[in-house]
């Protein structure tokens, strides 16, 4: 009995070299991806870069490397392949603000993709990055948050009492439940504009 126990152990020995050398180095395959915000905060009009770090963390090299960012879609990379330890690539983009963007902040975070060595699917994410929309661009002077009735205005909301309403010259929050009333409120006068404009068309036709 000790004898085939012996030779069981002897020919699991002998089968040990066959496995591939890289089997337990490609587990190792890893990514990480930091971004940031040229600027904390910016108005209609003006862009913000966006700069990517992506990094080899593992130990085997990944290849087929692609970035995506979940506002301005996949950006584009000096190289796709990454060797370890520690190879590294940057990138950086460019979005510019639009009216749509109101009333902010505007929120943006991405994340990278990889090939290991043995077909395996590598995957990081990044952090989340945060910029807050303003009134103004002026660089001479602080930024201002944008009021609720700046807002409207951007909007293209009618209205003759936004401008003096009391309630729509305090700065905007974008965590406050004001928030989603202000949208309802948008909602509701592009609504009403759009029947005043089809009355107006119907008695201009009869």
Known sequence: MKHWNMVLVLVALLLLPAMPASAFAQDGAALS?????????????ENITYTYLISSTGNVTVDNV????SKLGQIALSKTSLTTPGDNVTASATYTVVQADLPGPLATSA????????????????NSVSVALTASSDNNSPPQVMTKAQIL??????????????????PFNPNSNASQKLQRFMERNTVRENVEVKVKNKAKNK
């Open 33 to 45: 991806l930091s971004l940031s915000a040229n600027k904390s905060s910016a108005a209609v009009g």
């Open 66 to 69: 692609t970035l995506l960012d």
């Open 111 to 126: 994340n990278v993709t990889g090939t290991a060595p043995d077909g395996a699917a590598v995957f990081a994410a990044s």
């Open 153 to 170: 205005k951007a909007r293209g909301v009618p209205g003759k009492g936004i401008a003096t309403a009391p309630g729509l010259q305090k």
